[in-house]
């Protein structure tokens, strides 16, 4: 009689266990017990699965683009007028502001640790935050082409401050920020862009 095999995993589920774990602790604070916990495996899975806890965080991070950062761009890519899919982004960055989970963004909290020597971690964040910026600005573009926009506005600069500032606050929510704060930053914005 031959012995079973070892029940397999879905890979989808253990890593948003993972991303989640990493997303509120932050790579150097997640042990590998915090992991094999979490992702419900033995720690014998996990390496034979992933190879090791810096694999897995890289791996955890490509999902958080995958699946958080792609809902953006699929908001910012929308079809319809881009004015709407900028209202939408800006409130989608909200919405992560003002959650009571106060996890704030897996890519802003990771750029906030010390990976000065990590060059993969560094390049994966770097591009993560280009691909958000370059996706905004091509928006406000086209907002300016359908005429909802000044064409005066830098569409560069403008993308690139209001990612900043919304970086910053997504940083500052993991402390709680008052819903006054909130309003002023998060309504001036659109100022910035000429909305309405």
């Known amino acids: 009689m031959t012995r ?8 989808a589920e253990v890593l948003a266990r993972a991303m989640t774990v990493f997303w509120k602790k932050g790579y150097a604070a997640t042990s590998l017990d915090d992991l094999v916990n979490a992702m419900g495996i033995p720690r014998q899975s996990l390496y034979r699965a992933f190879t090791d806890k ?25 079809e319809g007028p881009a004015i709407d899919n900028l209202r939408n982004a800006l409130a989608f960055w909200r919405s992560g502001v003002s959650s009571t989970e106060r996890i704030g ?30 996706a905004f600005e091509e928006t406000l573009k086209r907002a300016q082409l359908e005429g909802a926009v000044k064409t005066s506005i830098d569409s560069k600069a403008v993308s690139r401050t209001i990612f900043a500032t919304v970086n910053g606050m997504l940083a500052m929510s993991r402390a709680g920020i008052s819903d006054a704060f909130q309003n002023d930053v998060f309504e001036t914005l659109p100022s910035l862009i000429g909305m309405d």
């Open 54 to 78: 810096h694999t897995l965080f890289l791996r955890s991070l490509d999902f958080y683009n995958e699946n958080v950062g792609n809902r953006l761009m699929s908001i910012l890519s929308a």
């Open 4 to 11: 079973g095999r070892p029940k397999k995993f879905d890979d």
């Open 105 to 134: 963004c897996m890519m802003v909290n990771t750029s906030t640790q010390d990976f000065s020597e990590d060059a993969e971690v560094t390049q994966l964040v770097k591009a993560s935050h280009l691909r958000v910026v370059k």
